[in-house]
Nanobody, 115 residues
């Protein structure tokens, strides 16, 4: 099993920045990809950004140029630097890890961007 613990959410004004962190513990040796999804109220969960063990990344079009995902393999931690935040970025952000064929999720952290 893999446990994921997120931190770094909060309330920020439009144009501001936040940095999310997610630390993985447990059976981390076989983790391939880690990343972030988000779910706004009344909407489906969507991919924000993902990074594989080799450092390859993929971003949602809506966050390209504003968000940066990074990963510290030694610490089993993934980060999401979010700049130029917009009210549309308001959502619960969930950390994600893929291990073999299994998906693991964090408990979620709220990000609220005020206009």
């Amino acid at each position: 099993q893999v446990q994921l613990v997120e931190s770094g959410g909060g309330l920020v004004q439009a144009g501001g920045s936040l940095r999310l962190s997610c630390a993985a513990s447990g059976s981390t040796a076989s983790i391939s990809a880690m990343g972030w999804y988000r779910q706004a109220s009344g909407k489906q969960r969507e991919l924000v950004a993902i990074i594989n063990s080799g450092g390859g990344t993929n971003y949602a079009e809506s966050v390209k140029g504003r968000f940066t995902i990074s990963r510290d393999n030694a610490k089993n931690t993934v980060y999401l630097q979010m700049n130029s935040l917009e009210p549309e970025d308001t959502a619960v952000y969930y950390c994600y890890a893929r291990r073999v064929v299994f998906s693991h999720w964090g408990q979620g952290t709220q990000v609220t961007v005020s206009s």
